[in-house]
């Protein structure tokens, strides 16, 4: 069993407009802490960012990294409080953490001045770029379907001294002509699937659309968010543990599927031997 502690935290595993407004299941984006805590990075704050750090005990001011994939607020909406939670104290004498972000949003003025001054550092990125974060992190986005609202997905690629490693989070996004070539290769998949069975959204994708994409891409493990008000709500219930394990019949054993919680810690280097 490795000795480096890193995971992944899903604050909200919820996205889209029902559970953004009813909190029904959070909104509030993913934690992922990597080389024993040298760096926490914090993907796609949505509504429920805030309170979720504070219910699942997480120190906001050990963030160094805010990350984002697009600007519809379900991913963006507390990225401003965020900004101002990472800091040392509410004097704000000092800039703190690092921003990346699309090119659109940061030219956009939704993030006005006063949080872009907090920041130490802001990385803009488009579409199908590599960018050095640090001498052991990097990343890689790649290109989305999901309307005309710049949009990017992220590989953040690791050095650890056993090997390197990827993490991939597809963000919003349908199929479209190379999806899987993008991913294949990643060690942890984390895919935003909104719908159950063969309920088709356009700029998302359903269970049944996603299935032949994991078969190619075939990683070793599969964290699934962002479900939306057909996978749960009030009325129906929660349909994700059947759509989990119909995703697993369908894949086989090779690859380790996972539904993700509100709350949820994932040790992904457990599932390999690091």
């Known amino acids: 069993m490795t000795s480096i502690s890193d995971e992944i935290i899903i604050l909200g595993s919820a996205g889209g407009r029902f559970h953004a407004a009813t909190q029904l299941r959070s909104t509030g984006g993913i934690i992922l802490k990597l080389f024993n805590g040298k760096y926490q990075c914090h993907l796609d704050p949505g509504p429920g960012a805030i309170r ?38 509410f004097a704000y004498h000092e800039p703190r953490g690092c921003l990346i972000a699309p090119t659109e949003y940061l030219e956009s003025g939704e993030l006005n001045s006063y949080y872009k001054n907090l920041l130490q550092t802001i990385i803009s990125v488009n579409n199908s770029n590599e960018y050095l974060i640090t001498e052991d992190f990097s990343i890689k986005t790649v290109p989305t379907n999901h309307g005309k609202l710049q949009n990017v997905g992220f590989i953040f690629s690791l050095k650890y001294p056993q090997r390197d490693f990827k993490i991939a989070f597809t963000s919003d996004t349908a199929n479209f002509p190379g999806y899987t070539s ?6 942890v998949l984390v895919a935003n699937v909104l719908r159950p069975d063969n309920s088709f959204c356009r700029g998302h994708l359903c269970v049944e659309e996603f299935i032949p994409l994991l078969k190619e891409i075939s990683p070793k493990l599969c964290i699934l968010i962002h479900f939306g008000a057909q996978m749960i709500n009030p009325i129906s219930g929660d349909r994700v543990d059947d759509q989990i394990k119909k995703i697993k019949k369908a894949v086989g054993p090779a690859i380790q599927v996972i539904g993700g919680k509100d709350g949820m810690h994932v040790p992904f280097l457990e599932y390999f031997e690091i």
Do not use: C, W
């Open 182 to 187: 993008l991913y294949r290769g990643v060690d």
């Open 52 to 89: 979720d750090l504070r219910d699942y005990k997480i120190n906001s001011r050990l963030t160094t990294h805010i990350f984002l994939t697009h600007a519809h607020t379900d991913h963006s909406m507390s990225i401003p409080i965020i900004i101002e939670a990472l800091q040392k104290d």
